[in-house]
């Protein structure tokens, strides 16, 4: 390993490790999130649900219950629709006209662990219990952390994701389609019905 690299390794481990002594780290799991493959928003569902402890029979709202949270393969999150170009994060810098912006795109380039959690911290309620559930996760943009030592430490199984076929704007006019198509067929099925009783009508006229 280079000495970049080790630098850079040592100062991601720091970075990790800080503010775990402010932390009652007993009796609670470490529960590890793989995001490779994750829509972002359903995955920051999951894990404000564990970091909050919503999970637990013992759930209160104004106690720090939650587990630690461990994500991996920050940067192969993925996000539906066009949200990677149309999606903006902003923030005001404090001086007239200083209004920044920048895309998911770029926040995924610069520093994808940042984007998943904002993501998780915008689902939480804003209280005196926000910071030690920031404390609790843990988010790095590769598949390897430091805490594989922990005993408590196991993996959190995401359940399948239920995919819809279509929108419901679109399954709705499909929908009125067919029935429209359906009114028609039974409207010309009834008019050649009507052509032939007349045609059966007319001959007994004539004659």
Not at 25 to 49: C, M, N, P, Y
Not at 56 to 80: F, L, W
Request: hydrophobic share 35%; aromatic share 6%.
């Amino acid at each position: 390993m280079s000495t970049a690299a080790a630098q850079s390794f040592n100062g991601n481990l720091k970075k990790a490790l800080a503010g775990l002594r402010r932390i009652d780290l007993e009796g609670l799991k470490w529960r590890v999130f793989d995001a490779k493959g994750q829509v972002l928003g359903r995955l920051a569902s999951h894990i404000s649900t564990v970091v909050q402890g919503k999970d637990k029979p013992t759930y209160t709202p104004y106690r720090e219950e939650g587990d630690m949270c461990i994500v991996i393969n920050a940067k192969d999150v993925c996000v539906t629709g066009r949200k990677m170009t149309d999606k903006f994060y902003r923030w005001h810098t404090g001086y007239i006209g200083h209004l920044k912006e920048r895309s998911l795109k770029d926040q995924m380039a610069k520093d994808p662990t940042e984007v998943i959690r904002k993501a998780v911290m915008r689902m939480l309620p804003r209280n005196k219990l926000r910071d030690d559930r920031d404390r609790k996760l843990r988010i790095f943009a590769d598949g390897e952390h430091p805490f594989g030592d922990r005993v408590l430490l196991e993996p959190y199984v995401m359940p399948e994701r239920q995919v819809r076929e279509m929108r419901p704007r679109a399954r709705r006019a499909m929908i009125r389609a067919q029935k429209k198509a359906e009114q028609q067929e039974q409207g010309n099925t009834s008019n050649t019905r009507k052509g032939k009783k007349r045609q059966e009508v007319e001959p007994e006229i004539s004659a």
